[in-house]
């Protein structure tokens, strides 16, 4: 059994080869391109996000404890922006793989705080928007939305932060 140069050109110049090698070239250049899509998700997108999550959780923070004292039978109402939760779960679930355990665990418990916060933020839209259409607002309720939220926005800051500087502890929340 020998085998020849034109036994092997012969060979691979069967149509059925050739797209079995393409199939194989085209399933690694994918396997590789998604790798190196969840490793740039790792360490260039969530990083990115963590940023604008800073960001605005310090505005809304700001806008929080500058509302000052509104007049005599006004409530203040603060609403600010949304954060970006889904663009981030798209990056935690893309990066998945390429996380620590402390680095999911502090993700998740950073999803939840700006979900929470940005739920706090919607109820606070729709209490001014009633306003506007003559319903009263509910002041003691408004000051504890006020008093959650600026918790909520305090602890999405320290974890971005923490996150960010890399001093998280072993169960994912921020190093005191």
């Given at each position: 059994m020998?085998?020849?140069?034109?036994?092997?050109?012969?060979?691979?110049?069967n149509a059925t080869v050739g797209a079995v090698i393409g199939a194989v070239v085209t399933y690694v250049i994918v396997r590789h391109s998604d790798k190196a899509r969840a490793v740039n998700a790792a360490r260039d997108i969530i990083p990115r996000h963590l940023v604008s999550a800073a960001s605005t959780a310090r505005q809304r923070l700001q806008s929080i404890r500058d509302r000052g004292v509104a007049p005599a039978g006004m409530v203040p109402i603060v609403i600010g922006a949304s954060f970006d939760t889904d663009g981030l779960s798209r990056?935690?679930?893309?990066?998945?793989?390429?996380?620590?355990?402390r680095?999911?665990?502090?993700?998740?418990?950073?999803m939840l705080y700006m979900t929470q916060?940005?739920?706090?933020?919607?109820?606070?839209?729709?209490?001014?928007?009633?306003?506007?259409e003559g319903a009263v607002a509910d002041a003691p309720a408004i000051?504890?939305?006020?008093r959650d939220q600026t918790m909520l926005l305090e602890q999405a800051e320290r974890f971005t932060n923490a996150y960010r500087n890399g001093t998280l502890n072993?169960?994912?929340?921020?190093?005191?």
């Open positions: 020998a085998i020849s140069v034109s036994g092997v050109a012969d060979f691979l110049n990056a935690i679930t893309d990066a998945y793989g390429h996380l620590s355990l680095q999911r665990q502090a993700l998740s418990k950073l916060a940005d739920e706090i933020n919607e109820r606070m839209r729709r209490a001014a928007a009633a306003s506007r000051e504890v939305f006020f072993e169960d994912g929340s921020p190093v005191a």
